[in-house]
């Protein structure tokens, strides 16, 4: 998402957490270094303009098929069109979903809620997403179209892809996955309902998937954590402990498998921010973090996030950050 809109202002100046990323440290290290020496042998922090798959050959997990690298079309960011790749999405067959057998679900009677950031239409419903709404604090606008790369590969498909290959192996651990919207309704929801469809559902973790649009040489991950907030509607104080958990065992899963590195721009190398300017978090009653995958509007990074290899470990290394959180190890 970029940093324009509602939920998504520039950052307070104030100081980020230093918090290393401690999710099962002695298992993640090893990649984490790994995905990092990839990274930065095939340009690390710079600028970009190559379409170098860096961090793809990092992780040890086999991805589907559908692995291959998909390239995006060069439609206009305001009217996104489907791709071979977003037809061939885990989770979005007609067909009834098979549970995993007894005894490999160990998130049996957990339930997850995944926002998948935007909506691929809501650029055609500008007076619904420009309403104000309340987000506890203040005012802001209830959702905007987000960011898209270069070519035009729009957020809003970005992030509906990842989270339907995440809602499929959250699925085959046992959990109760449920979505914001599955682009299934012509705009929206608003920032304040996508918090109480979470809320509603008890969620035992909700995350919501996005991808920035800064500058060009601004690279890597960050996730964002919800900062202690008590006004008006809302009350954050007693989610941002469990939050900051699961934010962290994120991160560190995510690095692991992507071989991403943590933002070069926000965070100080932690890839982690605490933030209390987002009506999503702030709203929130639930565990609750947000995640910026990398950033769209730099070719290296565009590189990652339109390829369905990519995609897949990016999925992956979110649900393994859940599956930690929630089993608690």
């Given amino acids: ?64 098929a559908d692995d291959s690298a998909d390239s995006p079309s060069a439609s206009s960011p305001s009217a996104p069109s489907s791709s071979a790749a977003d037809d061939k999405q885990p989770g979005t067959s007609s067909t009834p979903r098979t549970s995993a057998p007894a005894g490999s679900t160990p ?4 339930v997850v809620v995944i926002d998948p950031g935007h909506n691929p239409t809501n650029f055609q419903h500008t007076a619904e997403i420009n309403r104000k709404v309340n987000i506890g604090t203040n005012s ?38 449920k979505f914001t919207q599955d682009g299934n ?48 509607a809302a009350d954050t104080r007693k989610i941002v402990a469990p939050s900051a958990d ?16 943590p933002s070069n721009y926000i965070g100080d190398g932690t890839g982690l921010v605490t933030r209390t300017d987002l009506g999503g978090l702030n709203l929130s009653t639930v565990p609750k973090v947000f995640i910026e995958c990398g950033n ?9 996030l339109t390829s369905g290899a990519w995609r897949q470990r990016a999925a992956q290394g979110i649900s393994e950050g859940i599956v930690s959180f929630l089993r608690g190890s």
């Fill in 1 to 64: 998402m970029s940093y324009v809109g509602p939920d998504f202002d520039p950052p307070q100046s104030r100081r980020s957490r230093r918090r290393p990323l401690t999710v099962a440290a002695a298992a993640l290290v090893p990649g984490a270094l790994l995905g990092w020496l990839v990274y930065e042998a095939v340009g690390g922090t710079g600028d970009g303009g190559g379409s170098d798959q860096a961090g793809l050959g990092t992780s040890s997990y086999s991805s589907p």
């Fill in 107 to 110: 998130l049996r009677g957990k």
């Fill in 140 to 177: 802001k606008e209830c959702d905007t179209t987000g960011t898209s790369t270069n070519a035009g590969y729009p957020e809003a498909q970005f992030t509906l892809d990842v989270s339907r290959r995440l809602r499929a192996l959250l699925e085959k651990q046992g959990a109760t996955v």
């Fill in 185 to 232: 309704r012509p705009w929206g929801p608003c920032v304040d309902e996508r918090a109480e469809i979470g809320n509603k559902a008890n969620a035992d973790a909700a995350i919501s998937i996005h991808a920035d649009g800064a500058a060009v040489g601004n690279r890597g991950f960050h996730v964002i954590l919800p900062g202690s907030v008590h006004a008006g």
């Fill in 246 to 261: 699961l934010g962290e065992r994120v991160a560190g899963n995510f690095l692991r498998a992507t071989g991403s590195a």
């Fill in 296 to 304: 769209m509007r730099d070719s290296k990074d565009a590189a990652l």
